[in-house]
């Protein structure tokens, strides 16, 4: 007697019409799909670039220099490091060192994207190192990874939708933080955006035990370094999270046999 074929689930059946969708995109549907899905993210990026703003004119930026710094080097967390840091008066080579430390992850985000945008055009690589900020990052890897038929032009369509709503909202929220940040009441707590954007980001990705152990490193070793100069603590925790999430990684594979296993 032979078994009658499993059907497939409801959630791999939305999983395949979402493949098929994406792949009978053009590019400049791609696009649009990108601008769509990266628009919740405008909830939380918004607060984060007012906070900038509004930290920046308090440290003693002026209009242009905060601007100019937003716009240069359009990483959130690496400016805020950089900008408490320059206030403390710490050392430059500090400040330099911790803004990369803080901002080494975009070196790793450019890595894991050569695979799927390696073929682009130079023009559009460096448009694309330009607007790498986590949420372009993370909502790109993430399709590009459940859908790896998608065409290379597909692919930029979608990553610069999400750039075209990310990037443009980060400047603007900036200059009105700047601005006209005094204004807002010392009682909306505009710091929210910042543990709460990474937590958005992060916490879908979160799919093997190596990436929760790694989380967990990351975040207690935090903590417990909080009285380090701003940055010090969270370059050391990243060093060994990403060390445990190896390890137990390569102790998942051993586990079961091999990479194959």
């Not at 840091?85 to 790793?108: D, F, G, H, K, Y």
């Not at 945008?117 to 909502?139: E, F, N």
């Not at 979160?206 to 152990?213: E, F």
């Amino acid at each position: 007697m032979t078994d009658a074929p499993s059907q497939p689930s409801r959630r791999d059946r939305a999983l395949e019409e979402s493949r098929a969708r994406a792949l009978a995109r053009n590019p400049m549907q791609s696009l649009r799909h990108g601008a769509l899905q990266s628009a919740p993210f405008m909830l939380v990026l918004g607060p984060f670039g007012l906070l900038f703003g509004v930290v920046a004119t308090a440290s003693g930026f002026d209009l242009a220099q905060v601007m100019a710094f937003t716009m240069l080097v359009l990483a959130g967390a690496a400016q805020f490091t950089a900008v408490q840091l320059l206030t403390e008066n710490a050392p430059v080579w500090l400040v330099i060192l911790s803004s990369l430390a803080v901002n080494l992850r975009m070196a790793m985000y450019s890595a894991s994207l050569v695979p799927w945008l390696g073929k682009a055009s130079p023009l559009s690589r460096a448009a694309v190192a330009y607007a790498i900020i986590d949420q372009s990052y993370v909502l790109s890897i993430d399709l590009y990874q459940r859908v790896p038929g998608l065409s290379v032009a597909q692919r930029l369509g979608y990553f610069f939708g999400v750039a075209a709503v990310m990037v443009p909202t980060w400047f603007l929220c900036t200059l009105i933080g700047a601005t006209a940040g005094r204004a807002i009441p010392d009682s909306i707590p505009l710091d929210f955006a910042v543990p709460i954007t990474f937590i958005a980001m992060i916490a879908p990705a979160l799919r093997s035990i190596a990436h929760v152990a790694a989380a967990v490193v990351a975040v207690v070793v935090s903590l417990a370094l909080t009285g380090l100069p701003a940055g010090v603590g969270p370059m050391i925790a990243a060093v060994l999270a990403m060390t445990t999430g190896a390890l137990v990684e390569t102790w998942m594979i051993r586990r079961n046999g091999g990479p194959h296993g």
